[in-house]
């Protein structure tokens, strides 16, 4: 069996015993004691060691791939002098496809009308949920640019990781006969970066399972039929999004077949759902569109780790449908400007708030605050908000690989008998590098 199947059983059970678990909580089957004890030793004690174990083992390999890959791309792409001409196209089409995600929700959204009818019972579910402010603009800006590269890789800040990866690329590639040597050093052991990826990836599926039935063992039922119109307007746009626009884009901008890329993509939305993190996901995510999509490392460096950071389609889907629901609940009519203030803010807001803990939530709390709709509304839809969020996540790297994509095919660095490769299912079990596609 390939890894991805082992990834896809592993999902698929590991949702059926959450559930399972969250049946027997709710029911007290099997008593008070045995149920404790599941919910102690199981759910909190295996499920959470295992899936915590495998998410800090991909957070391990995120900022040294970012840091090496990123130098390796930044020596190559300093030689031509395209580093100006990539960041910009790559930062316009990450705002086109984000101002895309926000239009088509609140479209959807005012159709459908998730709010009408919702019972105030749901308003009570998280009462005491208070939204964290949004940093001031100038201090985000500043915080881009880092006084400690060392402190910015312990924190993992990635946008600081970017500015300083790109000036010791950009610094390797004037440096002669030396800089030659150090950039060779650095491709070699982004090679080993790689195969560290490869050997994790192993262990995938076990991680997977673990994860996705501790969240599903979590989550109560009660609320998400409450909130099943807003639950589906958003899980609606989320798929339009990743199926209908990345594709029309990838096929008008490139001329690509999209169909290949949602296939290979696929292993990496799996991580990236069960995770429900573009920055743990970051190492599959850039390993899929290299090994499978041939894409150019000088490309993929560049575009992977900054779309991981500032590239927020599924989280403005959320705050296109959110809006429309938190208006519709307390039955506030916000008008047209007010749709356009939303769309304009939460497209700069995914720029001007990243790398901010809580990003999603926060960048929710602008927009609401910029229409005149009340913070507390925010309480209404947080119990439902961690599974969209996983599947929010898997759309947010697919932007990431169609954008590289796009920008590589402009580039002239796409190899694209690799991306219309069909043999890269393909498995060695003895080569641990097979497991992210590569053979």
Known sequence: MGLTKKILLGMFAGAVLGCLINYLNMSQLLGEGVTSAINLYLTGGLFDIIGRIFIASLKLMVVPLVLVSLISGACA???????????????????????????????????????????????????NFQPKESPPLSEVLVNIFPTNPVAAMAEGNMLQIIVFALLMGYAISRCGE??????????????????????????????????????????????????????????????????????ALLKLLSGLNPLELLKKMRPAMIFAFSTASSGATLPVTLATVEKRLGVDNKIASFTIPLGATINMDGTAIMQGVATVFIAQFYGIDIGLTGYLTVILTATLASIGTAGVPGVGLIM????????????????????????????????????????????????????????????????????????????
């Open 178 to 247: 030396s800089g030659q040597r150090i950039a060779a050093f650095f491709n070699d052991l982004n090679t080993v970066v790689l195969r560290m990826v490869g050997v994790l990836m192993v262990f995938a599926p076990y991680g997977v399972f673990a994860l996705l039935a501790k969240t599903f063992a979590q989550l109560g039922l009660d609320v998400l039929l409450q909130l099943i119109k807003y639950f589906l307007v958003v899980l609606g746009a989320l798929l339009l999004h990743a199926l209908v626009v990345y594709s």
């Open 77 to 127: 792409l300093s030689e031509g002098s395209r580093i100006g001409p990539l960041a910009g196209k790559t930062v316009l089409l990450y705002m086109l496809t984000t101002a895309i995600a926000i239009t088509l929700a609140l479209c959807l959204a005012l159709i459908f009308q998730p709010g009408v009818g919702v019972s105030e019972a749901a308003a009570t579910v998280n009462s």
């Open 364 to 439: 929710l709390g602008m927009v609401l605050q910029q229409v005149g709709l009340p913070l507390e509304g925010i309480a209404i839809i947080i119990g439902v908000d961690r599974l969209l969020d996983m599947v929010r996540t898997a759309v947010n790297i697919t932007g990431d690989a169609v954008v590289s994509s796009v920008v590589a095919k402009s580039e002239g660095a796409l190899n694209e008998e690799v991306y219309y490769d069909s043999n890269y299912n393909s498995v060695n079990a003895n080569d641990s590098q097979s497991t992210i596609g590569a053979h």
